[in-house]
């Protein structure tokens, strides 16, 4: 079965929130941090999370976002590519992460990494660069428009020239640690097709995100213990053209009521 849904407007309350520890900006580092903070500039403050991978599923990023919601200007970092090495995964920023950021208002700061410690044959501790985090923070200070025309700016001015610091670190990074990453190739290939055209960006990321609901949704995982094998695809659209593509274990439907389990 194939369930599509619309969000036309949010509306929330936030229960059960972290109390938020608060960090001067001078000696703010982005590694150092809690996953969600307060950062004090002066008078300005704002609340920041950090992702540890582009991947939505991976160290529930939207925990750490859910406890900023509640402050007047949030801001996400978030790395557009991680690689652990070619004996591990590589996983890209999607665009409908971005569209859902926007949608909460939450300014993202597209970053990458810089730095890595070794572990076996594949590379860990991985670390944004600071200095350029800082220099995006100080820039939002001074921003004063929506966090839709932020995070649409910056894939349009800003993503390119991200795209090629990433190619450059992580082959410093390679050289540094002597572990082999999946290929400059790649990361060539990803820049290549999104070019500077965010709809290009659109259909790419969201290319892959079918992909990975079609895959979950033909896999049955052995530890599951399900009444009936009714897995079921879920799309969901907001307003601002954003699509979320899940996967259900199991449905249960009775009269007008759909019950996702």
């Not at 992702?51 to 900023?68: D, G």
């Not at 660069?129 to 923070?137: A, E, F, R, S, T």
Request: hydrophobic share 35%.
């Amino acid at each position: 079965m194939e369930i599509t849904g619309k969000i036309t407007g949010i509306k929330y309350k936030l229960f059960l929130t972290d109390d938020l520890q608060k960090v001067d900006a001078k000696k703010f580092d982005i590694n150092q941090v809690p996953t969600a903070c307060i950062i004090i500039d002066g008078k300005h403050s704002f609340a920041i999370s950090k992702w540890v991978s582009p991947k939505r599923t991976r160290s529930y990023p939207y925990e750490r976002v859910y406890n900023t919601l509640n402050t007047s200007k949030k801001i996400t970092v978030i790395p557009i590519v991680k690689d652990e090495g070619s004996a591990g995964d590589r996983d890209f920023l999607q665009w409908d992460t971005v569209s859902l950021m926007s949608l909460l208002d939450v300014y993202v700061i597209f970053a990458y990494y810089n730095k890595a410690d070794k572990v076996e044959n594949k590379i860990t501790n991985q670390q944004f660069n600071n200095k350029y985090v800082l220099q995006k923070i100080k820039e939002i200070e001074e921003y004063h428009s929506s966090a839709l025309h932020w995070n649409i700016n910056e894939l349009k001015t800003n993503f390119h020239t991200i795209l090629k610091k990433v190619v450059l670190s992580y082959g410093q990074i390679e050289t540094k640690t002597k572990v082999p990453l999946h290929g400059i190739k790649g990361l060539q290939n990803f820049q290549d097709k999104i070019g500077k055209d965010v709809s290009l960006f659109i259909e790419f990321s969201r290319g892959k995100a079918v992909q990975a609901q079609s895959r979950e949704f033909v896999t049955q995982q052995p530890k599951e213990n399900l009444t009936t094998l009714s897995k079921a695809k879920i799309t969901i659209t907001n307003y601002l053209g954003g699509n979320y593509f899940f996967t259900v274990d199991e449905i249960v439907v009775t009269k007008e009521k759909v019950s996702l389990n």
